[in-house]
Nanobody
């Protein structure tokens, strides 16, 4: 199994910044993609940004130019730097990964428990 622990959420004013972190732990053999999703009340969960083990990234159009995803492969950690935050960025942010553990040859999906980001004055 892989455990994902997110941190860094909180309350911030419009225009402010936050940095989310997600650390993966467990009997990890390999981590492939690491991503951030978000879900606002009454809305579907949506992809915010993703990054492959090779460093290729993709972003939702709504966050391009404001958010930056990065990862530290040595620490099995992914980050999301969020700048110029807007009220519409308010949501629970979830870390997601596709990973293989030592005793399993099949890559599987794992989710974190989520961290709340609230953008409000």
């Amino acid at each position: 199994q892989v455990q994902l622990v997110e941190s860094g959420g909180g309350l911030v004013q419009p225009g402010g910044s936050l940095r989310l972190s997600c650390a993966a732990s467990g009997s990890i053999f390999s981590i492939y993609v690491m991503s951030w999703y978000r879900q606002a009340p009454g809305k579907q969960r949506e992809l915010v940004a993703g990054i492959t083990s090779g460093g290729n990234t993709n972003y939702a159009d709504s966050v391009k130019g404001r958010f930056t995803i990065s990862r530290d492969n040595a620490k099995n950690t992914v980050y999301l730097q969020m700048n110029s935050l807007k009220p519409e960025d308010t949501a629970a942010y979830f870390c997601y990964t596709v990973a293989r553990v030592m005793v399993d040859t099949t890559p599987r999906n794992y989710w974190g428990q989520g961290t709340q980001v609230t953008v409000s004055s």
